[in-house]
């Protein structure tokens, strides 16, 4: 199996042995080694409702699959990077954040609505399930992880949710009267609300 290391904050290696890895095409930015690329397509299946998604998400989850013998550098804009293991499990993440990822890992585009909402940052999230390594993206700073237990739910702003793992149920809160307050009151108001039992990551820039 490929493995992902986090070369520094910024930066992703991917250690190759006649292995192979996806990554989002366009964020290998350096390689050595015996390495060839190809397109992975979009990693949201196939027929008519993988159309409705790669419409919905454009470009954003339009992938590469590295493969051969050597290490493959990824980033993106400048923005940090992190590496999460993942043994059989399910981590919904936004797409624009997804890096890399590597192993036995199954990957689908999940749409979550407000009513008639048609648009919107944090609608659109990718799943990836099974086991192996994620490597995502966050703008501002590192990761900052906030853990959920049934006692203490949690709001997040979309344009800052990057992930979140564990046993959770996402809804929506659109009164939102704090996105008035401090003068964010375009497009459509609406904040994420997790319940359960994980953890929830996010990113301290918004997007």
């Not at 050595?32 to 409705?52: H, I, T």
């Not at 900052?144 to 990057?162: C, T, W, Y």
């Amino acid at each position: 199996m490929a493995q992902l290391f986090e070369q520094s904050k910024k930066v992703i290696a991917a250690h190759l042995a006649g292995t192979s890895i996806r990554a989002i095409a366009g964020s290998m930015v350096a390689y050595e080694g015996n390495v060839q690329f190809k397109s992975a397509g979009f990693g949201g299946g196939e027929g008519v409702l993988a159309g409705l998604k790669r419409r919905a998400t454009g470009e954003k989850l339009s992938l590469m699959e590295c493969t051969g013998n050597g290490r493959v550098f990824f980033a993106v804009n400048g923005q940090n990077v992190t590496v999460v293991d993942l043994n059989n499990e399910t981590l919904q993440v936004e797409s624009q954040q997804l890096l890399a990822f590597a192993g036995n890992l199954r990957t689908d585009v999940r749409f979550a609505g407000v009513g008639g909402m048609s648009s919107g940052s944090g609608l659109f999230t990718t799943t990836v399930s099974g086991q192996g390594q994620v490597a995502l993206l966050s703008a501002g700073g590192p990761l900052i992880h906030l853990e959920v237990s049934p006692q203490f739910p949690l709001i997040v702003d979309p344009d800052a949710f990057v992930a979140a793992r564990g046993n959770l149920n996402q809804s929506f809160v659109t009164d939102v009267s704090w996105r008035t307050v401090v003068g964010q009151d375009a497009g459509e108001a609406f904040s994420l609300r997790w319940d359960g039992q994980g953890v929830v990551l996010i990113q301290p820039a918004e997007r």
